[in-house]
Structure formats: structure tokens, C-alpha cells
Nanobody
């Protein structure tokens, strides 16, 4: 199985920055994609960004493009999300995601709160 553990959430003022990290452990395949999603109260879970293990190809949601940056350290099976210019609308629980051989795994989530 695969276990994902997020860290780095917290409270930040609007306009500030915050970094999230996710460590994956267990049966990790060389070919995978890791990413970040978030879910605000009363809303559906939203894709934010992803990165592939081979080639480091990245994708971003339009809502965070230019403000958030995803990066990974494949050798350590970790993925990070650097969030800049944060807005109150970014307040949500942020989830780490890993996809490999057609299976999807999720972390437990970490709360990010942006105060105005």
C-alpha cells in the first residue's frame, strides 16, 4: 500500500506565503504522478497542481497558476507546493495525491487558513 503524509499547513495573512510538503511511503512505483488538491467547506475537491516522476511535467489549475509552484524530489518520494500571494479564497484543506498504475492514493489533508 501507499501512505501519504502532508505537512506545513497553518494560518497566514492574505498576501503571504506558505509551503506544503508530502512524503510518500510504501509501494511506490518509479512511474507515478503526485499532486495537490484542496477542498473548501461546502465545495467539491479541486485540482491544483501535479507533477510526473518521469520528466517532471507539471500541470496547474488556472486558479493558482503563477502563484503556486509544485516540485518534487523523486529519490525521496516527496512533493512540495509553494504557495505565494495567498488569498482568503485559498482557505481549504489541502490534500496530497499520488497516482500509479491506475490507482489513486490520498493523504489525510492539512488545513490552510488565509486571513484577510
Amino acid at each position: 500500500q501507499v501512505r501519504l503524509v502532508e505537512s506545513g499547513g497553518g494560518l497566514v495573512q492574505a498576501g503571504g506565503s506558505l509551503g506544503l510538503s508530502c512524503a510518500a511511503s510504501g509501494s511506490i512505483f518509479v512511474d507515478n504522478a503526485m499532486g495537490w488538491y484542496r477542498q473548501a467547506p461546502g465545495k467539491q475537491r479541486e485540482f491544483l497542481a501535479s507533477i510526473t516522476s518521469s520528466g517532471g511535467r507539471t500541470k496547474y489549475a488556472d486558479s493558482v497558476k503563477g502563484r503556486f509552484t509544485i516540485s518534487s524530489r523523486s529519490a525521496k518520494n516527496t512533493v512540495s507546493l509553494q504557495m505565494n500571494s495567498l488569498k482568503p479564497d485559498d482557505t481549504a484543506v489541502y490534500y496530497c495525491n499520488l497516482v500509479q498504475i491506475g490507482r489513486e492514493f490520498w493523504g489525510q489533508g492539512t488545513q490552510v487558513t488565509v486571513s484577510s
